[in-house]
T-cell receptor, first 114, second 109 residues
């Protein structure tokens, strides 16, 4: 069966510090991968998605970046965090080429920037 | 612009029935999805509608009217564990998911 894990689960970082959130998927090949951010009272905001190794699409211009160094690994990074980067970050995968909205989410990472 | 509207919060009683509505205005339509999200956890897939009508899955049912841009999620025989947020999302013409802000459902004994 397929599983998805992301870490760390919680993170408290000072403004201006770097960030690295990691996500790995097991049990499937060539998945679509996504990074979302969820702010209180708002819908999920798509940050990045990837259809293959090294292929990253950015939906929202910001100080975050994403990389996909391996087929089932997706990393969200920042060189300098802002207060506005606080939120609940979710990694997700879907079946490649299925054009489906059925996403499978990781456990989430709660980031607090102080 | 693209927009998904659903009530912010609803309250219902254990054992009762509740209907959560969702209206949408999107660039194209390739399906509507409902997800359940317990506090502090990730969303999990509940249902998918692409054709008009009712889809039933156990205690949960989801209805779609494409002409009205409207869907609802119906939860029967409510249990305390159904206390969660319910997210409505539409797959647009670019096959991107547009998400509503979610409806927080509070179940009272």
């Amino acid at each position: 069966s397929q599983t998805i894990h992301q870490w760390p689960a919680t993170l408290v970082q000072p403004v201006g510090s770097p960030l690295s959130l990691e996500c790995t998927v097991e049990g499937t090949s060539n998945p679509n991968l996504y990074w979302y951010r969820q702010a209180a009272g708002r819908g999920l905001q798509l940050l990045f998605y990837s259809v293959g190794i090294g292929q990253i699409s950015s939906e929202v211009p910001q100080n975050l970046s994403a990389s996909r160094p391996q087929d089932r690994q997706f990393i969200l990074s920042s060189k300098k965090l802002l207060l506005s980067d606080s939120g609940f970050y979710l990694c997700a995968w879907s079946v490649q080429g299925a054009h489906t909205g059925e996403l499978f989410f990781g456990e989430g990472s709660r980031l607090t920037v102080l | 612009g693209q927009n998904i509207d659903q009530p912010t919060e609803m309250t219902a009683t254990e054992g009762a029935i509740v209907q959560i509505n969702c209206t949408y205005q999107t660039s194209g339509f390739n399906g509507l999805f409902w997800y359940q999200q317990h506090a502090g956890e990730a969303p999990t897939f509940l249902s998918y509608n692409v054709l008009d009508g009712l889809e039933e899955k156990g205690r949960f049912s989801s209805f779609l009217s494409r002409s009205k841009g409207y869907s609802y999620l119906l939860l029967k025989e409510l249990q305390m564990k159904d206390s969660a947020s319910y997210l409505c999302a539409v797959l647009d013409s670019n096959y991107q998911l547009i998400w509503g802000a979610g409806t927080k459902l509070i179940i009272k004994p």
